[in-house]
């Protein structure tokens, strides 16, 4: 491919997502309908595609500047958002406006009026200050800056105490972990045979099963990936199942398993005994769990999807089980620096209808747990909407729950210096390098305490 028609595949994509698509979702889509796209067009096209996603308040901010377009107007249209990341990120010239955007062959076509005074404007700065004109500049509010939606600046902002470095850790790239298959030996063990087989790797900071690999190889064609010795796993997720304390021989429940990245791991510190049950509302998601379940060699898991013929079945189940891990939709607040798009997608909105769809499903959840059993509630956000404050809602109407610290589990379990000094766990990208996760985990009183008699 040229690469003005790399930029317009970028550009395609970007389009594509701008009426609320899922990047990944486009992407994947994208390459699989134009098999001829080659590797390296590939990963060009995919680093413009996700770059963006990155920079896009910063270069909305600057469109609206130059095009004195107020902010409310509603987002600015995918191709002034391309041009000002070529002008500022690229440092373009107009000569190579002139001869890449023209309309040609698979060339973007050639520059509107509106697209035109940008790159005047671009240039006039550049001329005034005899430098190329930087993507940040000092005017910015911190939101636009940091490059998080303008909703979440409040809330992030009081948690971090304005730490700003933890905010900017949102918009970096993630690190690839792996969560070592203890069902398959031990760290240092599948470390020499990861190693042995090309990659780079060093043991995680926190997890004891973590391993961190160095840049992004391909991991699908690994032996030691096929013959599941390995799963693909942040860090902050394996200690969320690790908190879980699942232990061989319990009755186990992963509520909202998903595709099952934490089935997996409960079912490798139960050492494929006792009974671990994922369920989930969607039957999909529970479907693409079966192929990683069976890769690791785990045989002790039987999926459940929630409501329909099952509704029955979970009412039998109330109070059976030892252990109930709530792993709930959320913002995804911790994982935004994996996912970019993720946070231009979502508005206060959708937080109020998730927090209180969580509180649903842990008071659902709730009811399995055995006495003496306990209620792990987890989400990938950060804020504390999603997090502190369901789980005082949840205690504030159970008051058959107490909290257990998660330090005293930690020590027994993780064994590395617990990172939290809360009774809850919260991990971020800036402090941890891992994503950003939260931790609750809620014991049922073994026994309901009498009422005290009312003295008459
Ligand atoms: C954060 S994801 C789970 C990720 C998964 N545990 C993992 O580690 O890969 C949340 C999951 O909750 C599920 N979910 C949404 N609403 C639910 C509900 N009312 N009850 C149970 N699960 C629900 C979603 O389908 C989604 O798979």
């Known amino acids: ?31 699989r309908d134009r098999r001829y796209i080659g590797a390296k067009d590939r990963t060009a096209i995919s680093e413009r595609f996700y770059g963006l996603m990155r920079r896009r308040a910063r270069l909305e901010w600057w469109v609206n500047r130059l ?25 373009w010239i107009p000569e190579q406006f002139e001869k890449n955007f023209d309309g040609e062959g698979h060339r973007p076509h050639a520059l509107s009026r509106a697209e035109r005074s940008l790159v005047d404007q671009i240039v ?44 900017a850790a949102l918009n970096t790239n993630a690190a690839l972990d792996l969560r070592i298959n203890a069902l398959h030996g031990t760290r240092e063990a599948i470390l020499a045979r990861l190693t042995a087989e090309g990659l780079r790797v060093t043991p995680g900071e926190w997890s004891p099963l973590a391993v961190r690999v160095e840049g992004r190889p391909a991991l699908g064609a690994l032996p030691a990936f096929r013959d599941g010795v390995v799963e693909i796993q942040d860090e902050g ?72 013929e099952n509704a029955s079945w979970f009412k039998r189940q109330a109070g059976k089980f030892d252990r109930v891990l709530v792993d709930a939709p959320c913002s995804g607040t911790g994982t935004w620096r994996r996912n970019p798009d993720m946070k231009w997608r979502i508005g206060p909105d959708d937080v109020a209808e998730l ?20 209620l792990i509630y987890a989400t990938c956000s950060l804020l504390p909407d999603e997090n502190e404050a369901s789980v005082d809602a949840f205690l504030a109407d159970h008051p058959d729950f107490e909290v257990v610290p998660v330090t005293a589990i930690w020590a027994e379990k993780v064994a590395t210096p617990c990172p939290a000094p809360g009774p809850y766990l919260r991990l971020t990208p800036h402090r941890h390098g891992t994503d950003g996760f939260f931790t609750a985990v809620l014991a049922r009183r073994a026994a309901a305490t009498p009422p005290t008699p009312r003295e008459e």
């Open 124 to 167: 006039a700065l550049r001329t005034e200050t005899g430098a190329p004109v930087p993507l940040d500049h000092p005017d910015m509010p911190l939101w636009v800056r940091v490059e998080i939606p303008q909703w979440s600046e409040a809330p992030l902002s009081s948690l971090f105490n304005g730490d700003e470095a933890e905010l």
């Open 237 to 308: 997720s394996q200690l969320v199942a690790l908190l879980a304390d699942a232990k061989p021989g319990q009755w186990v429940i992963d509520y909202c398993a998903g595709a099952g990245g934490k089935t997996l791991a409960l079912a490798a510190d139960m050492a494929n005994k006792g009974r671990l049950i994922a369920s989930d509302i969607s039957v999909q998601r529970l479907e693409r769990a079966v192929t990683r379940l069976r890769r690791a060699g785990v045989h002790n898991v039987e999926r459940r999807a929630l409501g329909g």
């Open 355 to 374: 927090t209180q769809k969580q509180r649903e499903i842990l008071g659902n959840a709730a009811k399995l747990v055995k006495p003496g059993g306990r």
């Open 67 to 91: 095009l004195a377009r107020p902010a409310e107007a509603g987002p600015v249209v995918p191709r002034h958002l391309f041009i000002m990341d070529m002008l500022l990120t690229d440092a």
């Open 1 to 31: 491919m040229t690469p003005a028609a790399r930029l317009q595949a970028a550009l395609d994509l970007l389009e594509d997502i701008s009426q609320g698509g899922v990047a990944d979702a486009a992407a994947s889509r994208y390459f």
